[in-house]
């Protein structure tokens, strides 16, 4: 099959030559049979005669033999092509509209496809990752991990996993350079980097030797810790860096778009040589053999787990889950992704409903030109393909601008949303291969959805009517109002129901950033400051006692605060356990709360530096230190809980102290939780955690502060990270994913009603102009202008009427999906509901009615001239 | 012989002109004049059906065509069979074969 289409193209690409030679063949085939016929006995003049008689024609036969050398269909195709463009570029402003209609909504359907496919669809960069697992217990909230000893019974008995490895976090602090830094990193056992698969981008990975105890301990560090804190040099390998005070010799250095397990992780060392308490939990990933599927690999990982329960002492279920590795990265943005798609598929289609109306509408012009064309023999099946090509052209070049836009978007969606909106990879948006594939195949379905219908209508062309000189368009008949009706109820549903979604989600928006957190940081500076605690461990020190190491560690933080306190330009500051928003976290268990108590540990200034609003009570004072009374301070959230209805003033809680002061609930860990209780104790009176953070109010201009502060604090400890941030920063940080996904919804809901309204507009100033001898006689007859706006109306208004109540089905329907999203808003919130609906049947009869003055600015003269 | 050509089926005359090219290549003129003998005058092939014939034939890749030296020094096109040609020519002549056998029997079912 392949050689006879072949053979068929080459012919035709040397169809010249052929001509000649085919010339040449039937010069010959006569010259002969006349020479026959010569012989037989005829003269000279009837032998010539006879023999182009029998020839029957030289160019028919010349014809036929074209006919059969020509590649059928794709001859045709060209033609098709050939001539839609060239009846495209006559209409430059139809082509136009409809280009970019289909722009637009194929490009939305690239943009949020690019985003899908860098953050779901693309492998990580790992070798073959579809074999990497990802090993966690199911009952995770009992604490249940899988330990160093169990991997190594694991290994020996595995059938199923090449490599096992266990991963712990760690933070380690970087001195001995210029910007000291707490530092997240990775302990990792012997395979585990390798294991993955990413060749390092200069250097090597662990091998035996950086495991056995007396061999130099040694790291690999991360892409941006290499640029930011050691220039990029190559020269990095084999030197020293200062980790918790001790030398770590650098062997190799990650790529940049390395990642593992979804956080930015700076730097691996062997888990060997590291204090079990210093680690964080254990996590356990493998590799299967090469052909095991996710099912073989969920079997083996529950064999192996049981294995462990039955030979285990305390019999503690540890069943085993194998989850890939791709899913534990990217399964918490996928619904929301696809809620998106799902969004712009609305808008696509409402797209080719607009394409597809404006290609009726253009049909019905050119009916005479088909109708000449049937009378010329074009088969009909020949002109549904040239006017679907036209379609196709359309959608062609529409896909491209698309492509355009969509690669615009792209890079402004980067610009616009920084890396904290929690969504892995989503900065690496791009335009590859596969979204490429993808605007292809969607430009050639949307040709095919928006033309098919049309192509065929225009193909039914009554030649008797068309070919008449006075010949109005027949073409306007009912099954073309039917579509026009069809297109204002489908549109309408559709744009409700993404502006309903796109409400509910902005007013979500809106609640959160402005219900009450429970202080006010506007303007103030934070330092978090991780304590350099190697210095501090009781270790080797001079003395061991726990309680010296506390007082070191207040009085370390005290003088801190004293040094920033006596900066000019500050107005006050204070120090804090854990910011709220931030990501440190501090909690302490108790009987009533089974989830624990955020509790931090407070200077007296912070409530006046963080704006905490005091309900009842006092707030701590510099009298509250460690040799008075021991105070503490709890939430309204928590007092309420313990204890109902009282005043909690004065009473004890436990052997934490006395309740001194309640203040209002404060948001800490996102600002969608609930109220969680909350306990803050004096100082000067806390166990001398490795308090974290500053909160400096500036009495102006905020960054130089900023600056000072660092510089203030660097004078006075060299090595202490300080790590400069904003309460506005950590706000808007804990937002950014909701915003992300709220404005990019509503965008599409714009751009939906955009295209919607216009396509309606265009439905009722077609019909109009469609009717205007119609109209013409009408007023000639009597009939108001009102009249005939009302019946324009009337009958728009019952399709948008019937449009809003499936749209209003659609919404409640889709808005279920949403409610996780949504914060303090139901999905099926009245107001919002109510709101839109509002401005959409507004909006849409305002889109029918300015078309529709037009009909009540008929001259009938000219009307009926016009006819 | 008009009537003749116009009842020829069109498949039955690629079989003629692959049995024709059977044994040497040939030129147009040359398969009439040979078809022509060798059906004793039954058949005479005229160029308006035989040529389009000739260029289906290429097209499906039964024969292959050059351009040669004709026995008086002219410039004619020669055919000649494909190893697919010979395949072809062996299984139309098998079904031509059985078809005719068919029908005899139905015009003579004494036989």
């Known amino acids: ?867 | 012989m008009r009537k003749n050509k116009m009842d020829l089926l069109q498949g039955t005359l690629d079989l003629l002109i692959l049995k024709t090219l059977e044994l040497e290549p040939m030129h147009g003129w040359g398969i009439t004049q040979r078809i022509e003998q060798q059906s004793r005058r039954e058949f005479r092939i005229g160029p308006g059906s035989l040529y389009p014939a000739l260029h289906r034939l290429e097209v499906q890749g039964w024969i292959l065509s050059e351009m040669g030296t004709s026995e008086n020094n002219r410039r004619a096109r020669y055919y000649n069979l494909t190893p697919a040609g010979r395949k072809q020519l062996r299984t139309e002549s098998t079904n031509w074969g059985r078809m005719s056998v068919a029908i005899a029997s139905i015009l003579e079912p004494t036989k």
């Open chain 1, 1 to 867: 099959m392949i050689c006879k289409l072949w053979t068929r193209l080459v012919m035709r690409f040397h169809s010249r030559n052929v001509d000649d030679e085919l010339n040449d063949e039937l010069r010959f085939h006569l010259e002969m049979q006349i020479n026959q016929n010569v012989q037989r006995g005829m003269s000279g003049e009837n032998a010539r005669r006879a023999a182009l008689v029998d020839i029957g024609g030289l160019q028919q036969v010349k014809e036929s033999c074209r006919d059969i050398r020509s590649i059928g269909w794709l001859n045709d195709l060209w033609q098709d092509l050939h001539h839609s463009f060239r009846s495209l570029a006559k209409r430059p402003g139809f082509s136009a509209i409809a280009l970019l209609v289909f722009a637009l909504g194929i490009g939305a359907n690239t943009a949020i496809f690019s985003v899908l496919n860098a953050v779901l669809l693309r492998p990580l960069p790992y070798s073959d990752p579809s074999h990497l697992y990802k090993i966690t217990c199911t009952n995770l909230a009992n604490g249940c991990v899988f330990t160093e000893a169990d991997l190594t019974v694991w290994r020996e008995r595995t059938q199923v996993f090449e490599k096992i490895s266990l991963v712990r976090s760690n933070r380690m602090f970087l001195s001995k350079v210029a910007e000291p830094e707490a530092l997240l990193g990775l302990a990792v056992q012997r395979d585990c980097l390798s294991m993955l698969g990413t060749m390092p981008l200069i250097g090597r990975l662990f091998s035996d030797e950086d495991f056995t105890p007396a061999s130099p301990r040694t790291v690999v560090i991360g892409y941006r810790l290499w640029l930011r804190s050691f220039g990029g040099e190559r020269d990095i390998l084999g030197k020293q860096i200062t980790l918790n005070g001790d030398g770590f010799t650098v062997i190799g250095v990650m790529p940049s778009d390395f990642q593992f397990s979804s956080r930015q992780w700076e730097y691996w060392v062997p888990i060997s040589g590291l204090a079990s308490k210093s680690l964080g939990t254990p996590e356990v990933y493998s590799r299967a053999k090469k052909g095991t599927t996710r099912a073989q690999a969920q079997a083996e990982a529950e064999t192996l787990s049981r294995m462990l329960f039955e030979t285990s002492h305390n019999k503690v279920d540890r069943r085993a889950v194998a989850i890939p590795i791709q899913e534990t990265v990217v399964a918490s943005a996928r619904p929301t992704l696809l809620l998106l798609s799902g969004a712009a598929v609305f808008i696509l289609m409402i797209a080719c409903l607009n394409v597809a109306n404006l290609l009726y509408s253009r049909g019905a012009e050119r009916s005479k030109e088909i109708a000449i064309r049937i009378a010329l023999g074009a088969g009909r099946f020949r002109i549904v393909r040239q006017l679907l090509t036209e379609s196709l052209l359309i959608a062609a070049f529409g896909g491209l601008l698309g492509l355009l836009l969509a690669g615009w978007a792209n890079k402004l969606l980067i610009v616009l949303f920084s890396f904290k909106t929690g969504i892995p990879r989503l900065e690496q948006t791009s335009i590859d291969s596969r979204v490429l594939d993808f605007t292809v195949l969607l430009a050639l379905m949307s040709s095919v959805a928006a033309g098919l219908i049309p192509a065929i209508e225009g193909s039914k062309v009554k030649l008797t009517e068309c070919l008449n000189e006075a010949g109005r368009s027949a073409f306007g008949g009912i099954r073309s109002r039917r579509f026009r009706n069809l297109l204002i109820v489908c549109e309408t549903a559709l744009s409700l129901v993404l502006l309903v979604n796109a409400g509910l989600m902005l007013r979500s928006l809106y609640h959160l950033i402005n219900d009450n957190r429970g202080f006010d940081g506007e303007g103030v500076i934070t330092a978090r400051l991780p304590l350099p605690a190697y210095k501090y461990s009781s270790g080797d020190r001079l003395t061991n006692s726990a309680d010296i190491v506390k007082q070191v560690k207040l009085a370390y933080y005290w003088d801190i605060l004293q040094q920033v306190k006596s900066l000019p330009g500050v107005q006050s500051a204070a120090l804090v356990t854990a910011l709220p928003l931030s990501v440190d976290e501090a909690k302490l268990s108790f009987d009533e709360f089974p989830n624990g108590v955020h509790f931090g540990a407070v200077s007296p200034d912070y409530f006046r530096v963080m704006g905490i609003p005091l309900i009842k009570g006092r707030t701590f004072t510099d009298k509250d230190d460690l040799n008075s009374l021991k105070v503490v301070i709890v939430n309204e959230f928590l007092a309420s809980q313990i204890w109902p209805g009282q005043d909690p003033i004065g009473k004890r809680l436990g052997a934490v102290g006395t309740v001194a002061g309640v203040i209002a609930n404060i948001k800490h860990q996102s600002l969608r939780a609930a109220p969680q209780p909350e306990l803050l104790v004096p100082f000067l009176q806390s166990i001398g955690m490795s308090i974290n953070a500053l909160a400096v109010r500036a009495i102006s201009n905020p960054q130089s502060m900023a600056i000072a502060i660092r510089q203030r604090i660097r004078d006075y400890q060299p090595d202490q990270p300080v790590e400069l941030g904003t309460m506005d920063q950590l706000v808007s940080d804990s937002i950014a994913q909701p915003r992300f996904y709220t404005y990019l919804l509503a965008v599409f809901a714009g751009l939906a009603l955009l295209l919607a309204s216009t396509g309606i507009y265009g439905v009722v100033s077609y019909s109009v102009s469609q009717r205007q001898h119609e109209i013409g006689i009408r007023l000639a007859l009597g009939a108001q202008h009102h009249d005939i706006l009302r019946e324009f109306m009337d009958r728009g208004l019952r399709d948008v009427v019937i449009g809003v109540v499936i749209g209003l089905a659609g919404a409640l329907a889709t808005s279920r999906l949403l409610s996780s999203l949504l914060f303090e808003v139901t999905p099926t919130d009245a107001t919002t509901y109510i709101l839109v609906c509002a401005f959409l049947f507004s909006w849409t009869l305002a889109s029918m009615y300015i078309p529709a003055r037009r009909a009540m600015r008929v001259d009938p003269l000219s009307a009926l001239r016009c006819g």
